[in-house]
């Protein structure tokens, strides 16, 4: 069946532009999380949605960085004015439900290069 | 809060051997624990998880883990390595109740080497 999957792959852009990176999670999955995988930091967790509850944003590093769930199904990731310390590997994770031990299915991610 | 440790960057082991990534973790309640492996531009991959009852659980690619509570270990193993299996390996925690995310260790490097 069909996986989660980002878009785009690679997304390379200038100092100080926005960008929205998406994500589709597999289809039913109502758990949708973005982690960011960079050197020297390791996977760090962003954001998570659960159904129609309001995100946990505990993870975004800083007002530059936000996102959407539209429709309980696909999400975007912004991030205003970019720097080069967003440069990273953006991955997306869905689960079938939130908390216990549901595994979560993650996207092939984005690789972000901020110049 | 929860963490995890993976205390070795680099793990090398020879085609046939027996191979051991070790994970140890903290968390205040009961944990959920899971193994993940990534190849080269690629997302994560699900291995396995431990939720309760048997210590020992086998996952896929004929790997498995053994929890250790006494320890709090959850040390990824295989009784014999392929050069295939070389890969990026990552121990991730959730604990039980409120904590939603997974932590995840700092990932270890597996090179099995013909």
């Known amino acids: 069946g069909a996986g989660v999957s980002q878009s785009p792959s690679n997304k390379v852009t200038e100092k100080g532009k926005d960008v929205e990176l998406r994500c589709d999670p597999i289809?039913?999955?109502?758990?949708l999380y973005w982690y960011r995988q960079s050197l020297g930091q390791g996977l760090e967790f962003l954001i998570y949605?659960?159904?129609?509850?309001?995100?946990?944003k505990s993870g975004l590093p800083s007002d530059r960085f936000s996102a959407e769930r539209t429709g309980g199904s696909v999400s975007t990731l912004t991030i205003q004015r970019t720097q080069q310390e967003d440069s990273a590997v953006y991955l997306c994770?869905?689960?079938?439900?939130?908390?216990?031990?549901?595994?979560?299915?993650f996207g092939p991610g984005t690789r972000l290069t901020v110049l | 809060a929860q963490s995890v440790a993976q205390p070795e960057d680099q793990v090398n082991v020879a085609e046939g051997n027996p191979l051991t990534v070790k994970c140890t973790y903290s968390?205040?309640?009961?944990?959920?624990l899971f193994w993940y492996v990534q190849y080269p531009n690629r997302g994560l991959q699900f291995l396995l998880k431990?939720?309760?009852?048997?210590?020992l659980v086998k996952g896929s690619y004929g790997f498995e883990a053994e929890f250790n509570k006494s320890q709090t270990s959850f040390h990824l193993k295989k009784p014999s390595a392929l050069v295939s299996d070389s890969a990026l390996y990552f121990c991730?925690?959730?604990?039980?109740?409120?904590?939603?995310?997974?932590?995840f260790g700092s990932g270890t490097q597996l090179t099995v080497l013909p």
């Open positions: 949605f659960q159904g129609n509850s309001a995100p946990d």
């Open positions: 994770a869905s689960s079938s439900a939130s908390g216990g031990a549901h595994e979560q299915f």
């Open positions: 289809s039913g999955h109502t758990a």
């Open positions: 968390v205040s309640g009961n944990p959920y």
């Open positions: 431990y939720i309760t009852g048997d210590n």
């Open positions: 991730a925690v959730r604990e039980g109740g409120s904590a939603r995310q997974l932590t």
